[in-house]
Structures are given as structure tokens and as C-alpha cells.
């Protein structure tokens, strides 16, 4: 799997430093490289007929078309991407809409303490309000200055760099407040809840 991938630069473990000048997380390997990682086919999507709706214990619920999207306040994040097949890409230029922005369009109510992302073709993925309402998570419409390939989630993605790759869902399609802390597709088989590279959050079964 990883020989697929090009050039991989081994990583000092020590003290986990990569010549990019950025951290790498523990038993991962940095590549310039951007693997396509999906479940299943990538959906086609008309954006004519594209919509995302923000839902769930939230007052005020609402569904956007891809023109209200993208007149929503734009944003630019330079970020790290960690795959838990152990690929590392370091440095991406997303361009979208923060998370916090796109919570100001609804009122969440006191009791909403995770969300569930939604996909065309069915993907879900969980993550806690806490983590998704930092400043670097955003819903993406372009990487490294170009509209997503629609492989890697056009038009839009989630992106949350602080988590496995498998939280960033592709091709979004709702947002979804809950009370209760619910797992989404790779959750359900096995992949860690919470995901973080740091800590190294691979499975369930992981020792931390
Ligand atoms: N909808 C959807 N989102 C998804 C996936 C998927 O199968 N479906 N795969 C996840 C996984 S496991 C990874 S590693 C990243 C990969 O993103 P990329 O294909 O753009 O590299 O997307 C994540 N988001
Ligand atoms: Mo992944």
C-alpha cells in the first residue's frame, strides 16, 4: 500500500521533525503526494440540484443551494492532512467556509454537544462540537488555489486537520446536531471515536 504512494521521506520518530518544518504525528510518513482514500464510487453531483442541510437540535434549520453556500464568508487555512494508512501530507491550501461561520445560520440548542457529517452516497463521520468549533475547520471548495477533483470531494468536504483523515468527509451534504455522541461509517467498523494522530487513535482497540 504505502509503496504506491511516491516519494515517502522516513520520519525521525525521536523527535518527530520532518524536513517540511512541520510536526509529524507518531507512525506516520510524509509524502508531497495526495492518495484518493474512498469508500465506494464517487458520487455524481449536479450542482443545480446540490444542497446541504443543517439540521437536528439546532432552531432555525436550514438548507442551502450552492449559490447561498458560496456567497458565505471565504476563508483560506494552510493545513496538515494524516491518513491512517499512514500517509502524512503536510502542507494544503484549503479554501472554504469555516465551521463557525456556518453555525452562525442557526441556533444550536443548549443540549447539542456532537455532529454527525452527512454524504452523498451515504458516508457519515462524528465529531464532538468542542473540536469542530476551532478555528481551522472549515468546509472546503478548493486545494492548493484549485476547485476540488471530485474524487477528493467536489464540491465540497469537510476538513478537520487536528483528526484521521476519515473525519474529513467528502462530498457533504448535511450537518446534524445531537445530544448524544452517535459513531458514523468507519466509527461503526472499528475505526478510533475520536481519531487523533497524536495520540495515535487508529481503532477502538488502540492502547490510549
Ligand atoms: N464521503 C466520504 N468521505 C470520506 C471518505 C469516504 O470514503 N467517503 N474517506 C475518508 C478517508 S478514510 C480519508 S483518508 C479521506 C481521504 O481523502 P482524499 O481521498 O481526498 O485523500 O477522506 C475521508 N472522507
Ligand atoms: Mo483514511
Known amino acids: ?9 522516513k520520519i525521525n520518530q525521536v523527535n518527530g521533525q520532518s524536513d517540511e518544518g512541520r510536526d509529524v504525528p507518531p507512525g506516520q510518513f510524509v509524502t508531497d503526494k495526495f492518495p484518493v482514500l474512498s469508500y465506494g464510487p464517487t458520487p455524481k ?12 437540535l439546532v432552531d432555525g ?22 491518513c491512517v494508512t499512514q500517509w502524512s501530507n503536510l ?13 452562525k445560520l442557526v441556533q444550536p440548542r443548549p ?11 451515504g458516508y457519515t ?25 471530485p474524487e477528493h470531494g467536489a464540491p465540497l468536504r469537510f476538513i478537520v486537520p487536528k483528526r484521521y483523515a476519515w473525519k474529513s468527509a467528502k462530498w457533504v451534504n ?5 445530544a448524544e455522541d452517535r459513531p458514523g461509517f468507519w466509527e461503526v ?5 475520536d481519531g487523533d494522530p497524536w495520540k495515535e487513535q487508529r481503532f477502538w482497540d488502540s492502547l490510549t
Not at 440540484?49 to 437536528?56: H, P
Not at 476551532?134 to 468546509?139: A, G, I, Q, S, T
Request: glycine share 8%.
Open 45 to 56: 453531483i449536479d450542482l443545480n440540484e446540490w444542497r446541504f442541510r443543517v439540521f437536528g
Open 189 to 193: 467498523r472499528g475505526y478510533h471515536n
Open 1 to 9: 500500500m504505502l509503496k504506491k504512494l511516491g516519494r515517502l521521506t
Open 125 to 149: 463521520t462524528n465529531l464532538p462540537l468542542e473540536i469542530v468549533t476551532d478555528n481551522d475547520v472549515l468546509f472546503a471548495r478548493t486545494h492548493d488555489g484549485k476547485a476540488l477533483e
Open 61 to 82: 434549520e436550514v438548507t442551502l443551494d450552492w449559490k447561498q453556500f458560496k456567497d458565505l464568508p471565504q476563508t483560506t487555512l494552510d493545513a496538515e492532512f494524516h
Open 91 to 103: 502542507h494544503n491550501t484549503w479554501g472554504g467556509v469555516l465551521f463557525t461561520d456556518v453555525l
Open 111 to 121: 443540549e447539542a454537544r456532537f455532529v454527525m457529517l452527512h454524504c452523498y452516497g
Open 174 to 178: 448535511g450537518l446534524e446536531f445531537m
